[in-house]
């Protein structure tokens, strides 16, 4: 339980995923939902699951330890994992979930980690006290009322941040820092903008309504780009983002029609 | 490589089956990017169709299964993006144009009049008439697709208001009289018929929880297992009508690109080979026929059309 709203569920297995990729997890008779994994080695994968739809509330009622689910994947292509670099993470919500498992794959590898998490209050915020706990993982907090960490928008963070890091002598200049953000599109659309002026490289990961996760139904794909987000995402560099019509405007449900975020 | 078909002209044999990859309209253009010879749209429904709840698909090293169900926008969704792909089409040079297959789908007689008349007004090279999914049945609960008579009340219907643009019939493999169906259908109006749709119904169950893994239970089956029983489908309607087929089920490669024109289809459709080889599966399969056509000095393409069959 992380919060009233969310719980992350650990299932046993070497499912093999890398930060970013998804797996569809299916309750028989009900239906079947992508879900990004929140971490995973070669004994257990975590899935860290809101209850804000029908099939996610269903799960939170009616999936009990010990039951069965179905999971296939991973699917998507997931962020870079750098060796030995200086990194800022950027998490909006339930962004905290993925990123979280890159902090942990960045950090196996060396590399130094700003990780901000941004939610509207702090019964919102997820895995702030595991993050807090990592070695070589500095936790930055915003929230929009304030009631933890600073107040206002987590980007305002991140700028603070590229600029800070372009005035400092450590040895790690801006030119070798390196962004990645989850969370709601109109922030990861703030944060490249954010980042194309600091001229720092960004990977955003791309939410749309996906189907087969295998880049046949076509139901997940982009204006603009016209690729499926399943297989050419879900992460993508700040450069293609861009080239998606539509994008931080709107998305597509069930049947392809559009919907304003 | 060029292919006429019901005088559209196809730059390569090659056309993306319908309802994959045919949500948005820049998907279809990124397919054409990626080689395609033709594309053709998702089924269009009149008004807004949800389709089946997930999973709806499964595929393994011999077959792909699913139960998508048609979700569909409704036609003013429709013309929104295959307008978008027909205006980026009209601005590429001509011998890069690759013709657009409008495919419609309807419940019933009075609403293939509606739909046709909507997909007319949008325009695209052809028009395809889905009369063989399981989810649309007449007045028997059959699909049209299984009686010849009800197959050709929906060619007619939609022949009558499709104006000028030529008619395809999409046929179910599911029957025992593919050609008298096609001969219906041809009777009826179609300039041409696409053979076939996917086989079944099949089921899939998952023997860790005893559930069916389809949410529908039951779906279409496709991939590479099915082949040979779509190139006997084929061979079967070319032997039974005189006008052109668009051949589809199991193309993976060059060569069965091939295999389904000697059985005498003059296009063929790929649909789960983008499943097997990505949506690179196009170009991968133009440069197989290439290859195949100089090692066998073939120059012009559509002269294998029925090959095997004439014999």
């Known amino acids: 339980m992380e919060n009233p709203m969310v719980k992350t569920y650990i299932f046993k297995g070497n499912l093999g995923a890398k930060p970013g990729q998804f797996v569809n997890v299916w309750m028989p008779r009900v239906d079947e939902k992508p879900f990004s994994v929140a971490y995973c080695d070669d004994k257990e994968f975590w899935l860290t699951i809101a209850a804000v739809g029908p099939f996610t509330k269903k799960l939170h009622k009616d999936f009990v330890k010990g039951s069965k689910l179905g999971v296939r994947g991973p699917y998507g292509n997931g962020y870079t994992v750098l060796k030995n670099k200086h990194i800022v993470l950027l998490a909006g919500g339930y962004g905290a979930a993925p990123l979280y498992f890159l902090a942990h794959e960045s950090v196996k590898n060396g590399c130094k980690v700003e990780f901000i998490v941004g939610a509207k209050n702090k019964d919102l915020l997820l895995y702030t006290e595991m993050i807090s706990k990592m070695e070589n993982v500095s936790l ?24 800070e890091q372009n005035g400092s002598s450590d040895g790690h200049g801006i030119a070798e820092l390196f962004v990645a953000t989850c969370g709601p599109e109109v922030m990861m659309k703030s944060a490249m903008d954010i980042c194309e002026k600091a001229d720092v490289p960004i990977e955003v990961s791309i939410e749309r309504y996906m189907k087969c996760g295998t880049g046949v139904c076509g139901n997940c794909c982009v204006d603009g780009l016209g690729v499926p987000v399943c297989k050419k995402g879900p992460v993508m560099r700040g450069e293609m983002a861009r080239k998606i019509s539509g994008l931080a405007k709107w998305h597509r449900d069930n049947v392809g029609l559009k919907i304003n975020w | ?18 309802g994959i990859l045919g949500v948005v309209g820049d998907s279809l253009k990124n397919v054409v990017i990626n080689g395609a010879g033709g594309v053709t749209s998702k089924s269009v429904w009149l008004t807004r169709h949800d389709g089946h709840p997930g999973p709806v698909m499964m595929g393994t090293q011999n077959f ?23 205006e980026w089409n009209e601005s590429q040079p001509e011998e890069k144009q690759v013709p657009l297959i409008g495919n419609i789908v309807a419940g019933s007689i ?8 909507g997909m007319r007004q949008i325009g695209p090279d052809i028009i395809e008439v889905n009369i063989s999914c399981p989810n649309v049945e007449d007045e028997f609960g059959r699909p049209f697709a299984h009686c010849a008579i009800s197959a050709g009340a929906a060619t007619e219907i939609v022949k009558k208001n499709a104006g000028k643009i030529p008619v395809i019939v999409k046929l179910s493999p599911n029957v025992g009289n593919i050609g008298e169906i096609a001969k219906a259908c041809e009777a009826s109006g179609a300039e041409g018929l696409t053979v076939a749709n996917t086989f079944g119904p099949g089921m899939v169950i998952d023997i860790d929880t005893a559930e069916p893994i389809l949410a529908n239970k039951v779906g279409g089956v496709s ?19 005189k006008i ?38 196009f170009s991968s399969v133009v440069a197989e026929i290439e290859e195949w056509m100089v090692e066998n000095k073939v120059a012009n393409l559509q002269n294998i059309v029925g090959k095997a069959l004439k014999k």
Do not use: Q
């Open chain 1, 140 to 163: 930055h907090i915003a929230t929009d009322d304030g009631s933890v960490g600073m107040k206002g928008y987590n980007t305002l963070i991140l700028e603070k941040l590229l600029a």
């Open chain 2, 1 to 18: 490589m060029t292919i006429n078909f019901c005088g559209v002209t196809f730059p390569n044999p090659t056309v993306l089956a319908s």
């Open chain 2, 64 to 86: 792909y299964i699913n139960a998508v169900g048609l979700p569909d926008g409704g036609i003013e969704k429709a013309r929104e993006e295959l307008k978008k792909y027909m």
């Open chain 2, 110 to 117: 009075k609403d293939f009049a509606e739909i046709a008349k």
């Open chain 2, 223 to 241: 991939g590479p297992g099915i082949k040979p029983l779509a190139v006997k489908k084929v061979w079967d309607t070319a032997s039974a009508v």
């Open chain 2, 244 to 281: 052109p087929i668009i051949g589809m089920g199991g193309v993976m490669t060059g060569r069965d690109v091939i295999e389904f024109m000697m059985a005498g289809a003059s296009l063929v459709g790929i649909g789960a080979g983008v499943y097997y080889r990505g949506v690179e599966v």
